[in-house]
């Protein structure tokens, strides 16, 4: 046997051992009446405490004799002979709690004390001082467990390094890792502070439905589900696009919502098959005034998160005062491939030698709008690093976009790029009711000619009604707000800005 086995199965042994510990000690506890106690009430924090206290002198503390009631897990223990030091943490706050055996009736300090673990959760009433190391602290004078850990803590200083138990135990991931509670926290604020601006610019937020009888307002593979009562197929949304624009129809004249999306599609660290979006409806305005809208609401959270206009993501500084480069699809790709010649996007059968140049599978149908996007996706994205519109996208590729009247081959949409990722889609309305039939009939007999499983593609019906009875002219937006927040936060894997993504099964 190998040492590194030996040291895991060792380390698998004492794991257990010290579960089982635990376990005895609570079933000796609940036989002496404990039961996961829950009257207690803190009348303070650890950070109130610590923003309040600790520019205090011994002596200020002593005059003051501040009583406080606090509640924490246990993270770390120092026994000395009748006194011990715990560190408790109180989110992601800690503090020293000094308790003396004095302090205690005969044998509660050796018995009940002493006795509790690493990750327990306890509350504590005490009186705040300082140590002579100048630590601030809080001198015990009561002390209970509230609940029982039945399992040893991660280790405080190097945190789980295991980054699959990260994703799939993230509660033990945020118990030893502060920065990773940041990262959320940062998301949390950002979410808020996007709607503080959309609430500013006076939009109204809406919710629509999770489950659609037909899935629609984007071209993916949806997750199938079954509702019983009314013995149908359903299927998890890939986007709220065409409810969103029923309402635009309905007379509201700007609404946004932020929520979930389902993709039954590939998993990397840009992907994740559930994932937050925002989607924006603005009538009576187009793809051009959505990208002054997009700029606007990237500067107002740089300037509140940040309070600067620059953020840094890897070795990249963006700064968003600086004027935006606006470039086509095809003019994107001939700048930053040389190889490419303009001649090449003209003809399909010079595009479909492009692609077999790259290994891409390349569907018998496939348009040249269709590998234009493709070699752009494939040899492109990732090079565009500052912050860029990308204009002009096929009308093969954006059935729900208006056409360029210069050009009807391509439409009136955009995409914005930062530092190599896709952040946000976005375009004029089609609100033409017979065209968006056209282009719906036109990608269902392609969908469903290269389906793989069992999902019958349709056009949604009532969206064509709906849009019969007049959409006003209408950009629409879309934003993935996972990826913004990799961006704000400076991660690389959009796992890590989610709490619990995705993840394969494991076997039981």
């Known amino acids: 046997m190998s040492n590194i086995k030996k040291i895991y199965l060792n380390k698998k042994k004492k794991i257990f051992i010290e579960k089982e510990n635990r376990k005895i000690k609570l079933k000796k506890l609940c036989n002496t009446g404990f039961n996961f106690p829950n009257s207690f009430h803190c009348n303070n924090t650890v950070k109130n405490i610590l923003s309040l206290y600790k520019k205090h002198t011994k002596q200020e503390l002593k005059n003051i004799n501040i009583n406080i009631k606090i509640a924490g897990r246990i993270i770390k223990k120092r026994v000395m002979g009748k006194a011990s030091f715990f560190i408790i943490q109180?989110?992601?706050?800690?503090?020293?709690?000094?308790?003396?055996?004095?302090?205690f009736q005969k044998n509660f300090y050796k018995d009940y004390i002493l006795e509790l673990d690493l990750g327990d959760i306890i509350s504590i009433i005490g009186i705040i001082f300082k140590t002579n190391t100048k630590e601030l602290s809080v001198n015990c004078h009561k002390i209970e467990l509230l609940t029982k850990s039945l399992h040893p803590l991660p280790d405080k200083y190097h945190g789980l390094q295991d980054q699959e138990l990260k994703y799939r135990k993230r509660y033990l991931d945020l118990m030893s890792n502060n920065n990773i509670k940041k990262i959320f926290k940062k998301r949390s604020r950002i979410l808020s502070v996007i709607r503080i601006f959309m609430e500013k610019k006076n939009f109204l937020e809406v919710e629509t439905p999770m489950m659609h009888s037909i899935p629609g307002g984007a071209n993916a593979k949806p997750f199938i589900t079954y509702h019983n009562t009314f013995n149908s197929k359903m299927y998890l949304r890939v986007a709220p696009e065409l409810y969103l624009k029923r309402l635009?129809?309905?007379?509201?004249?700007?609404?946004?919502?932020?929520?979930?999306?389902?993709?039954?599609?590939?998993?990397?660290?840009?992907?994740?098959?559930?994932?937050?979006?925002?989607?924006?409806?603005?009538?009576?305005?187009?793809?051009?005034d959505m990208m002054i809208f997009l700029i606007k609401l990237l500067k107002y959270i740089t300037k509140k998160i940040c309070n600067t206009s620059t953020i840094y993501y890897d070795n990249y500084t963006i700064d968003f005062k600086k004027k935006i480069k606006k470039i086509t699809m095809i003019n994107a790709i001939l700048h930053y491939n040389s190889n490419i010649q303009k001649s090449?996007?003209?003809?399909?059968?010079?595009?479909?030698?492009?692609?077999?140049?790259?290994?891409?599978?390349?569907?018998?149908?496939?348009?040249?709008?269709?590998?234009?996007?493709?070699?752009?996706?494939?040899?492109?994205?990732?090079?565009?690093?500052k912050p860029t519109f990308i204009t002009s996208y096929p009308i093969e590729v954006s059935?729900?976009?208006?056409?360029?009247?210069?050009n009807k081959s391509f439409t009136e949409r955009f995409e914005f790029?930062?530092?190599?990722?896709?952040?946000?889609?976005?375009?004029?309305?089609?609100?033409?009711?017979?065209?968006?039939?056209?282009?719906?009939?036109?990608?269902?007999?392609?969908?469903?000619?290269?389906?793989?499983?069992?999902?019958?593609?349709?056009?949604?019906?009532?969206?064509i009604t709906a849009l019969e009875h007049g959409l006003p002219p209408t950009a629409g937006l879309g934003i993935g707000i996972d990826r913004l927040i990799m961006i704000f936060t400076n991660q690389k894997n959009i796992r890590d800005v989610i709490l619990f993504p995705t993840l394969r099964p494991i076997e039981i």
């Open 90 to 103: 109180d989110c992601d706050y800690e503090i020293q709690i000094y308790i003396k055996s004095n302090n």
């Open 248 to 288: 635009i129809i309905g007379g509201f004249n700007k609404i946004f919502e932020i929520n979930r999306n389902f993709r039954n599609e590939g998993v990397s660290t840009r992907h994740n098959p559930e994932f937050t979006m925002m989607e924006i409806y603005m009538a009576y305005s187009n793809y051009k």
């Open 344 to 385: 090449d996007l003209k003809n399909l059968k010079k595009a479909k030698k492009i692609m077999k140049e790259l290994k891409l599978l390349i569907p018998s149908d496939i348009s040249l709008g269709e590998a234009i996007n493709i070699i752009f996706e494939k040899t492109t994205e990732k090079k565009i690093i």
């Open 399 to 406: 059935p729900l976009a208006k056409s360029c009247s210069k």
């Open 417 to 463: 790029f930062l530092a190599g990722y896709e952040i946000a889609n976005g375009f004029s309305e089609l609100n033409d009711a017979e065209e968006q039939k056209k282009r719906f009939k036109k990608q269902i007999i392609k969908k469903n000619k290269r389906k793989k499983k069992n999902i019958h593609y349709q056009y949604d019906k009532e969206y």
